[in-house]
């Protein structure tokens, strides 16, 4: 019996693969660190020294990790066809930790280092929700409806996502605008650009002229100096991931704020991961589901002790880059080339070459494709309750914007009084509890309208009943972890639960009208 044929590393399809998702990579190290600098007003020698490095090696281990697979993969069957899983950091998350954890944080104490050290506690408890969900994920998905699921994932990509790039790209258009046409044209439109380059970086690439262009005539669009870009020199150098778990202790002075999102979101990891490695398996390459989410948290895990606020997370997309040609070579490549950029400083050079409005189309697509897979992936019935799920979301951004507003001015709700701020048309008491853990809250109201739409009433009662063990003790429609935290609330639960169950048992009701059940395929997440 002769032995299998050891697989090939690289192949001449990788290379294919190895731009796009390279492209795909950069675009989104140039996005976090736009979020920590511009955003979270974050030093640069943290951003750089620190978080970067830390991101660069979390990055490198999970796609030689994935590689890895592929290749026992292809030597266990003898296919020489097998691509690796994408993966990097998680986009959704990215946006999340940013504007739900680390900014509030930051602005309420006044220091951005508050805000990166939540950050790294809530990654740090996401990271063991990966590992110990490996093997529950499954159960959590048969039970919940995936409307709630998608739709909570939905209003954070309208509300935290999508909003901020839209108000930037229309500050200025002339860039905004014309990149955000570009991304359309090709990611959308099925428009090929010159030789296959990649969208996204043509889009980038046109921001930039446009950018810089704009300087010889006096009109400065995007910011971009010579100044900055002389400074960011200054970033250059070898900076190696440093241990930073005595940051991680330090944030869990906010852990009631941080557990609100990060349980939920772990066990949305969860679903995910499942998903992608399903999509992987109906291409033809079928990957250990509990290896993946456990190589997903322990990863986090390490990138998180040594300064990364980001999650990892395997992509969507491994059909695409299969296609293409990818095969194991292009994921160990892509890991080796983040490392250098990362810990030689280089992506301070790139920050400081492109404007961060170009960027930003790339941020409203992913937004626009996330909230449009709520609708695409669930029966058209459901519909009313994956726009129940959005309103958590828009609650929360409501109340940011006002607090950041009136924390502008020098004040805040309480001091101008709930009653003048409810005269001109802000309710905001009613943004507090609706915004207060949107992320739960987001699943368990639309799955509760779900079984009502389905006419399983007894199980929207157990979901009405759970919302009010979560209200309770702090996890939904409030602000902060505990006993007793919203008792009204989840009184009101309780009573819902009754209504359903008595529903159930005594109401005749109305058959459920026939629809035609769509089958809708996974769009390409370009950006993730």
Not at 145 to 152: D, I, K, S, V
Not at 446 to 467: N, S, W
Request: glycine share 12%; charged share 10%; aromatic share 10%.
């Amino acid at each position: 019996m002769t032995a299998p044929n050891k697989p090939k590393i690289w192949t001449p399809g990788d290379w294919n693969a190895f731009f796009g998702f390279g492209t795909n990579i950069l675009v989104n190290l140039l996005t976090l660190t736009a979020l920590l600098r511009f955003v979270l007003k974050m030093p640069d020698d943290i951003v750089f020294g620190r978080i970067l490095p830390a991101t660069g090696l979390m990055l490198c281990m999970s796609t030689i990790y994935y590689a890895w697979l592929a290749y026992k993969l292809a030597l266990k069957t003898g296919r020489n066809d097998v691509c690796a899983l994408p993966s990097g950091t998680s986009v959704p998350h990215m946006f999340v930790v940013v504007f739900v954890i680390m900014l509030p944080i930051s602005l309420q104490t006044g220091d951005p280092i508050k805000g990166w050290e939540a950050g790294l506690t809530w990654v740090f408890i996401q990271s063991f929700v990966l590992m110990i969900g490996g093997f529950i994920a499954p159960v959590i998905r048969k039970i919940t409806p995936r409307a709630a699921l998608l739709g909570t994932l939905a209003g954070v990509s309208i509300s935290f996502i999508s909003m901020r790039p839209a108000l930037e790209m229309f500050t200025t258009p002339v860039i905004g605008v014309v990149c955000f046409a570009i991304i359309l044209l090709s990611w959308f439109g099925g428009v090929r650009y010159y030789k296959g380059i990649p969208a996204g970086l043509i889009a980038i690439a046109v921001g930039s002229i446009i950018a810089w262009g704009s300087n010889l005539f006096g009109l400065n669009y995007g910011d971009m100096t010579l100044a900055k870009l002389t400074g960011s020199f200054a970033n250059f150098g070898f900076s190696v991931p440093l241990p930073a778990v005595g940051h991680i202790f330090s944030g869990f002075e906010f852990l009631g704020v941080i557990l609100v999102t990060a349980i939920p979101f772990g066990i949305y990891d969860l679903v995910e991961a499942l998903d992608n490695v399903e999509s992987a398996a109906v291409a033809g390459d079928d990957f250990p589901t509990t290896r993946v989410l456990t190589a997903d948290g322990v990863i986090s895990l390490v990138g998180c002790c040594l300064g990364n606020p980001f999650i990892n997370a395997v992509y969507i997309g491994h059909p695409g880059w299969k296609s293409m040609g990818g095969r194991i070579g292009y994921s160990a490549a892509t890991g080796v080339v983040v490392i250098l950029f990362c810990t030689f400083g280089i992506i301070s050079l790139m920050s400081s070459l492109i404007p961060i409005v170009a960027i930003s189309p790339i941020l409203l697509y992913i937004g626009m494709l996330i909230g449009a897979q709520a609708f695409q992936e669930t029966p058209k019935s459901h519909a009313p309750a994956i726009i129940l799920a959005l309103t958590p979301h828009l609650a929360a951004w409501g109340k940011l914007l006002i607090d950041n507003s009136l924390g502008a001015a020098g004040t805040n709700a309480a001091a101008v009084g709930m009653e003048k701020l409810g005269q001109v048309g802000v309710l905001y008491h009613g943004l507090e509890v609706l915004g207060g853990g949107a992320i739960l809250s987001g699943v368990i109201l639309p799955a509760i309208a779900v079984f009502v739409i389905d006419r399983k009433f007894a199980i929207g009662a157990y979901f009405a009943l759970t919302g009010a063990m979560l209200t309770f003790f702090g996890l939904m429609h409030g602000e902060q972890i505990g006993i007793g935290e919203s008792p009204v609330i989840a009184c009101s639960y309780v009573m819902v639960a009754l209504v359903l169950a008595g529903c159930a048992k005594y109401a005749v009701v109305a058959p459920k009208p026939a629809e035609e059940e769509e089958v809708h395929g996974h769009l390409p997440m370009a950006a993730d």
